[in-house]
Nanobody, 123 residues
């Protein structure tokens, strides 16, 4: 079983930055795909970004392109999301997800999920 644990969320002012981390534990895999999703209050969970391997192909939601950067360190079993130029619209619970299939498809049904970390951006 794969466990995922997010960290790095918090409160930041608009225009600020945060870096989220997601660590794999338990049965880990170096391939496959890892992704970030987010869910704002009263809204459905939405895809943010995905990466297939260390410095591998990536995919971003249009709403975060140019502001967010996803990366993955296979040795550390950690995925990151560097978030810059944050706006109040980025306020949400951010979830880490992983799947053994190396597919950069936003609608992929991910097998493993973390518990989420809250990001709040004040105006």
């Amino acid at each position: 079983q794969v466990q995922l644990g997010e960290s790095g969320g918090g409160l930041v002012q608009a225009g600020g930055s945060l870096r989220l981390s997601c660590v794999q534990s338990g049965r880990t895999f170096s391939g496959g795909v890892m992704a970030w999703f987010r869910q704002a209050p009263g809204k459905e969970r939405e895809f943010v970004a995905a990466i297939t391997r260390d410095n591998g192909p990536k995919r971003y939601a249009d709403s975060v392109k140019g502001r967010f950067t996803i990366s993955r360190d296979i040795v550390k079993r950690t995925m990151y999301l560097q978030m810059n130029s944050l706006t109040p619209e980025d306020t949400a619970v951010y979830y880490c997800a992983a799947d053994s299939r190396p597919l950069l498809i936003p609608t992929l049904r991910y097998t493993y999920w973390g518990q989420g970390t809250q990001v709040t951006v004040s105006s």
